[in-house]
């Protein structure tokens, strides 16, 4: 616990109101001393909405009541005010945007209608969002699940970063999701009176979503163990959301089936348009809370606390960014683009699909079940994921990514379709060049 005689009031104020929800129990020291300032950005709001005759609160040059702007700036963004490009946004983000975005969501996951949760918050990416949730959630001694292999960077936020631990479970089995595997990990967990899991799907980097099967027994699992009065969080990590490419997959997200499942769940979801509007370098995303025994005032005090990681590291996100997403979300085209090109990578799923289906008794490379995203793994016998890369690299002029020291990455959504099938070609005879080369 942190020291008490540090905590600002407000801090206090907050942890006094989520003492009273499930939040309040996954606090971590640095999640409790957080608070929002009554000072510049609280009073500057205010201001905005107040002060008839001049608004003397905020550091920015204002003329005529819009920023100052460059015409070097202007000129490049034509449809764009001032006060779109240069001005300072508000911590939680753009608020039109933050509930466009929330229409989104329950668009994307129907079975969110009508349920309570929490207005998303804007942050500059979903890496600054996992980032910002492990400062709230994760202290020194706290566990946090996720399936193995897992994205590189989640280890380097939690353990490198934040000083936690990362603990994997094995996602696999028969060639779909180990369910037992996953409950026997969630079951002894809970035994510590907490869990804490982070989950992506599609998963980077398998590229692979549970089928609707598979997500009604994760969802089993995780009620059965809130049940039992263990208390759960689960952050899924929605950054390849909608690039599903089989029938049987599970169409919502694991957050949709969590937000108002059990009083003892506390589900949040970490997503933006980085993937699923193709604007990787605009860096923004969301994180939404949802619990079904949370109230607004609950919300309220999270936001707060989310607002103040933000406050004390970037202070706001991107501006243009955000104007930039108002335009495209509302543009009348975006949606009948959007499908094109995940028609495109759907074509390039099917290529790489039809060629793992006909090399299944490949000796040395054999694929992780994949049916969405930008990826597929495969998993490496008799040759080190390394030693294959490098091979692919400087030999044969194929980029691919050695995730561990047995999997090797591709990722088939960067790669032109026609080419696909020729750097597939090229990866499974080097793998077996390399293992008849050593036992020579
Ligand atoms: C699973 C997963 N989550 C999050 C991200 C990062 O999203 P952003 O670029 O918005 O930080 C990635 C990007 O590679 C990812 O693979």
Same mark, same amino acid.
């Given at each position: 616990m942190a020291n008490k005689i540090n905590l600002n009031p407000l801090a206090e104020e907050l942890n006094e109101i989520l003492s009273q929800s499930l939040a309040g129990q996954f606090l971590s020291d640095l999640g409790t001393r957080l608070y929002f300032p009554k000072g510049i950005i609280a009073q500057s709001g205010e201001a905005k909405k107040h002060s008839k005759i001049a608004n003397a609160t905020i550091g920015m040059a204002v003329k005529n009541g819009k920023p100052l702007i460059l015409n070097a700036l202007k000129d490049q963004l034509p449809g764009f005010e001032s006060q779109e490009i240069v001005a300072y946004s508000p911590t939680a983000g753009i608020e039109e945007l933050r509930k466009e975005w929330r229409d989104a969501i329950i668009r994307k996951n129907p079975s969110l209608k009508g349920v309570s949760m929490s207005l998303p918050v804007l942050v500059p990416g979903l890496t600054a969002g996992l980032s910002y949730l492990s400062d709230l959630f994760l202290d020194e001694d706290s566990v946090l699940l996720t399936g193995n292999p897992a994205w590189d960077n989640y280890v380097l936020i939690v353990e490198a970063r934040r000083n936690s631990r990362l603990k994997g479970f094995s996602l696999f089995k028969d060639n779909g999701f180990d369910i037992t595997g996953f409950e026997a990990t969630v079951k002894e967990e809970a035994k510590s009176g907490t869990v804490r899991m982070l989950l992506n799907f599609p998963q980077n980097p398998s590229g692979y979503t549970p089928t609707k099967r598979e997500t009604a027994e994760i969802v089993r699992v995780l009620m059965e163990t809130a049940d039992s009065g263990a208390k759960i969080m689960v952050w899924s990590d929605d950054a390849y959301f909608g690039l599903d490419y089989e029938d049987d997959i599970e169409p919502e997200s694991l957050f949709a089936k969590l937000a108002n499942a059990h009083e003892n769940i506390l589900a949040i979801k970490i997503d933006g348009p980085t993937k699923e509007d193709y604007v990787w370098g605009l860096r923004t995303g969301f994180i939404t809370f949802a619990s079904?025994?949370?109230?607004?005032?609950?919300?309220?005090?999270?936001?707060?606390?989310?607002?103040?990681?933000?406050?004390?590291?970037?202070?706001?996100?991107?501006?243009?960014?955000?104007?930039?997403?108002?335009?495209?979300?509302?543009?009348?085209?975006?949606?009948? &683009?959007?499908?094109? #090109? @995940?028609?495109?990578?759907?074509?390039?799923? @099917? %290529? %790489? @699909?039809? #060629?793992?289906?006909?090399?299944?008794?490949?000796? %040395?490379?054999?694929?992780?079940? #994949?049916?969405?995203?930008? #990826?597929?793994?495969?998993?490496?016998?008799?040759?080190?994921? &390394? &030693?294959?890369?490098?091979?692919?690299?400087?030999?044969?002029?194929?980029?691919?990514?050695?995730?561990?020291?047995?999997?090797?990455? %591709?990722a088939f959504s960067s790669v032109d379709t026609e080419k696909l099938e020729m750097v597939f070609e090229v990866i499974f005879q080097t793998a077996i060049k390399i293992v008849e080369t050593k036992n020579r």
């Open positions: 079904k025994g949370m109230k607004e005032e609950h919300y309220d005090a999270l936001i707060k606390k989310l607002m103040g990681a933000i406050r004390s590291s970037v202070s706001c996100a991107a501006t243009p960014s955000q104007s930039l997403m108002l335009h495209m979300l509302g543009h009348p085209e975006s949606e009948a &683009e959007k499908t094109e #090109f @995940r028609k495109l990578l759907e074509e390039r799923y @099917r %290529v %790489v @699909r039809k #060629f793992i289906d006909a090399h299944k008794d490949h000796p %040395v490379l054999s694929a992780l079940p #994949f049916n969405s995203g930008y #990826f597929m793994s495969m998993k490496c016998t008799g040759v080190g994921a &390394e &030693e294959l890369r490098v091979k692919l690299l400087h030999d044969h002029g194929i980029g691919t990514i050695a995730i561990d020291p047995s999997h090797l990455r %591709v």
